[in-house]
Structure formats: C-alpha cells, structure tokens
C-alpha cells in the first residue's frame, strides 16, 4: 500500500528527467544511504556471525570462567549466561506488574489529571535516563544497612552489589517499554469493549482484569521482550552493581538466595571483560560471547515479530 | 431485598476505588522514586558544585590529577579536595553526541524516507526486522566491534606517522579516537532513529499524500513536503531518544574514544583533530564507579550524574515542548 506512489509513477513511465534537479539529487541521496544502510547492517551481522560460528565451541557455554594464563585454560561462560538469565528473569518479574499495572492506571483511571500528566512524562522520561546515574544512585541505595539483607555484609559494611540489586535497577531499564507498550495496547480497545462489560454489571477492575487485559496481551508480551532485551544488553549497571565477578560468588551457603545476594556475572559484563578495556583482553571470548547474545536478542525479536503477526489474526473489535 | 439492591452497587464501586486507589499509591510510589533518585543525585553532587562554583563547568589543569588528587584525598585525613574543572569532559560529551546526531539525524531521515516510500517491496520486507534487530543489539556489542576493528583501522591507516608525531608530546593518537566514537555512536543510533521515523513516516494520511500527486507535483517532492512534515512529531521523538541514548552510553564510549581526558583541539587542524581521544561525561562514572568509598570522589561522580540527569531530562523537556504547536493541528505520527 505504501508503494502505491512508486508503483503508480512507475505505471505512468513518468520519467524522473522532468524533475527539478534537487528533487532528483534527492531520491538519489535516499537510495545512496537506504543502500549504504543495507551494506552496514549487512556488514555488522556477517561479521559476528562469521567471528561467532569461528570461535564458540560447545565447551565455552558449559565451563566456568577461570584464572588462567593462556587462551585455553580460561574457561568458557556458563555463570554469565546464567547471570544474563537470572537477571533478566528477575529484572522483567518486577517490571512486568508495575509496568502493567502504571499502563493500566495511565488509560483506564488517570484521576487526577494533574498526576496522570506527570507520571506520562516522567515514565517517558524514564526512557531517556542514562544507565550510569540509575547504577551509581543503586549503588548507594543499596549500601545503606537497612538494604544490607540484600547483599552481602563484611566487616559491618554494606557492599551494595548483589543480584537483587542489579536487578532492582535494571527493572527500571525495562519498565518505560512495559508501559508504552501496554498503554498503547489498552488504548486501542475501543470503548464500546468497555461498555459492553459495563452493561453487563461489571466493575470497572473486573472489565480489566476479564477484557482489556487478555486483549491487550500481545502489547504486554511485546513490551516486556522489548525491554527484556534492553535489560540483558545493559552493560553499566552490570558492572557497577553487580559486581563484576566473573563466577558466582554466593554470600552464604542457602541454595537460592545466597547467590542472589551474592556478586556474578552477565554476558554483557563478561564482554566488557574480555575487551581490550577489560582484565581478560581475549577477543575470541569476547566474540563468542556476543554472538551469544546477539542470538538471544535475535529470539526476543522473531519473538515479538510472532506474537505482533498473531495478534493481527486475531479477533478484530468492530 | 431492598438493602442488596442497595449493597451490590455500593460494593462493586468500593472494589473499583479500592483498586483505583492501589494501583494510584503505585504510581505515586514509583514517581516518589524517581523525584528521591532526582533530589539524591543533587544532593550528594552539590559539596562539589559549591566548592568549585561555575569553574566546574569550565577548563583548566589535567582532569586525571584532579581526579586522582580527589580520590586519594579521601583516604587520607587531610581536607577533602574538591578541585575539579570538567570541561574536556562536557567538550567531549557535546563533541561525539553533537556528531552522531547530526549524521544519524541527516542520514536516517533518508534511509526512513526510502524504506517507507521508494524502495522495492523486497527489499523493505528484508530491511523491517533488520532495523529493529540493529536498534536492539546491545551497545557493548557495538564497543567491540568498534574497538576491535575500527579503532585499529583508523589507528593503522587514517592517521599518519607525521600527524602522530605533531601532537606526540600532548597525547599519543592510537586510533581511539572522536572520530571512531562518532562513527560507532552514530551506526549505534541510526536504526533507533530509522525505526521512529519510519513508524512516523507511514502513519501519514495516503489521501494527503495523493492530494498532492493530483496536483501533479512528482513523488519526491510529494512525501519530502508532505509526509516528512507531517511526520515531524516523529522525528521529534526519535532524535530526543536517540540523544537520550548517545548522551548516557558509557561502556561502549570509553572503550571507542580512548578513555583519556582530552579536550580535543580544532585548532590542531582538521583532520587530526578529528583523531585525538577524549572522554565522555558518562564514561568517566564508569571508569572511576569503583572509588565511591572516598566522599570527596563520590560527590564529584554525583556532580557529573546529576549534569547528566539534568541534561537527559531537559531534552525530554524539549522534545516535550517542541511536540505541542503541532498537536494543535491534530498531527499525531
């Protein structure tokens, strides 16, 4: 349908040597930089993929990193890839509700004005807030001693760095996507949906939580992958409050939570790492590493790309 | 009978002010959170804005010793230094932001143009997910590649013996550089642009569009003047997110742009200038985020998070008020 002037121009014959010459210089500078464009991101996905399929051996996803002194023996990425996983997982478990829940408050309440005004903006603001100041203002929240049970304690002093810290913050990454997403999804209801459930007796919670919300589920999937994928590409965060330790360092023996209070590790940070800039310098771990991110991002896109396709196959409000 | 016909009513509206009034107290919560984080952040920073006054924002002396000068001053139990004058900083900063986008501003707003309107239907099939894969990739992915491949080609084959030579005494050129945080910011920033504009681009009416193609003004023209201004909101907000991005990205520009506090010289001449490293505002709280122990250290880091904070939220700010004259007219792209 967008083609539809090219095509029609096309159909005519209209020869483009009747326009002006600017016009002319142009279309061509569009086709220039549209192809210019095209090689780019052809060049950036060849190249990890060709660096990516080089240097990822099995063995990289299930060792540990470890100190070595050659290539060899310094050991694959399983705990950064856990530690991308965890922290996603729990990053999007906070953001998820309160991202739904402030889309919801947004569309369907918004009373007072003056508020839902300010919280738009300020969600939207959000969305523009370095990493770097969200980390550096975690890692003195999360020092204080009343957040002490949240990482680990030495010698009576907080160190602030923790899986529940990191994840804490990043929530706050992921959580400007979760609203936009949702907001929209819910605002594309029609409101005749709403009266419809209204006639029926229905609460205005009720007709959210049974009707809008499962309509707008596509939104929230979309939203919640989108900023899964910002959460699990942030690298400062990571490195400031998670602590940079390349393997979990547990702060107690408990199963579960004492690796959350304890330091680790993501992909992201096991890049910067590996980078030139990093202690490790060691490019073929770093390339495998970010071809194994990449594929995950990848994922989440091809994932938004299905459930954006079915939704569109989906019951349509008319 | 009477009181439940009475009760039901009454109930159900006390379940919706119930959750009116949960789900209200979360967004006031997270607002609170935000104005503490924007109250803090100014609060910790200030010790350093008052001991330097307006001169923090100015030049003068080497920003590693002050820095250095700072953090040791901590430890020991001498009064606390607080001599900081960040201008290579902010210089650095406007320099690589300012650049990459202008060039990604300039050049997505051709390749969103093209993608939505004059290119073959294969072709935009391909390049859709392509582009929101691009806006998706991490930005430490990006770092690499920058420092892996193009700081090298620059530091190998741009930059030559005579130009290395010329500015040796003062700093080292070795590839990383403005020239390649540029670059990479801008590759980094482009597809975000790409994918608002485009969004914007075909959310224009078709029958405007075709109401000028009636009047026999060709395509080119058609959708530069129409679509494109049309779509101004759109392009509004894709340059005020991808500043917002460019502005706090840290990791992937103190490992392409040298990581030395310089303030890049035009006056050294045009292209080797272009060459000598700098650093970002953002990158420096990377670089130095492990030194908070010492307080002289941690207000001067809170001193450039809040000029960031207050930057970043200034240009929301700016986009904000440059979108309203035109949701008069009932353009919404």
Redesign the interface.
Known sequence: ??????A??RRHE?P?A???LT??L??G???L??L???A??GA??V??LIEGVRYLRPALLVTNPVAGVSQGETGGFLDPLLGTVIIGAMAMAIAIP?GV??A???SE?G?PTL?AR??E??I??????????????G??LFELPALGFLSQTSHGVVLGQSFFAAAALLSLVG?PLVVASTREGLQAIPAHVREASYAL?K????T?RRVLLPAARPSVITGSM?GL??V?????IV??LLGGTLTFQPANSTPVLGVLRGTGDTL?GY??YN???GDGNS?SK??AA?FV??LI??A??LG??VVVRRSRRAVRWS | MDEDDLLEPDRSTAQDRRAELSLGALVFAVLALLLAMFAFVLHEGWPSFAHNGLGWFGGGGSVDQQIQAIFTSGDLKTTPVYTFHAWPLIWGTILITAGAVVIAFVSSLFVAVFLVEFSPEWLRRMLDPVVRLLASVPSIVYGLAGVLVIVPLIGNHLITETEKASVTPAIQLSGASVLAAVLILTVMIAPIMIAVFADGLRAVPRGWLEGSLALGINPWRTFWKVGVRTARPALIAGTVLATARALGEAIMLSLVSGGVPFAPNPADGFPIFLFEPTQTLAATIIRNGDQLDSPPMKHTLYAIAAVLLFSAAMLSLIGWAAKQPMRRYGVVA
């Open positions: 349908m967008s083609t539809a002037i090219t029609s121009a209209r483009t009747s326009w002006r016009d002319r142009g279309l500078l569009a086709w930089l549209g210019l464009f095209c780019i991101a950036i996905v190249f990890f309160v829940a402030i919801v408050w947004l309440f009373r508020m300010v919280a903006s300020a939207e603001m959000m969305a523009g807030e370095p990493a770097v100041v969200l980390a550096l203002f890692l003195t959580l007796g609460t205005k919670i009720a959210t989108l994928g910002r699990i590409g942030d690298t400062a490195l400031l992201t890049m910067y980078s030139p800039a490019h770093a390339y970010a991110l990449m991002v990848l989440l896109n938004v790309d």
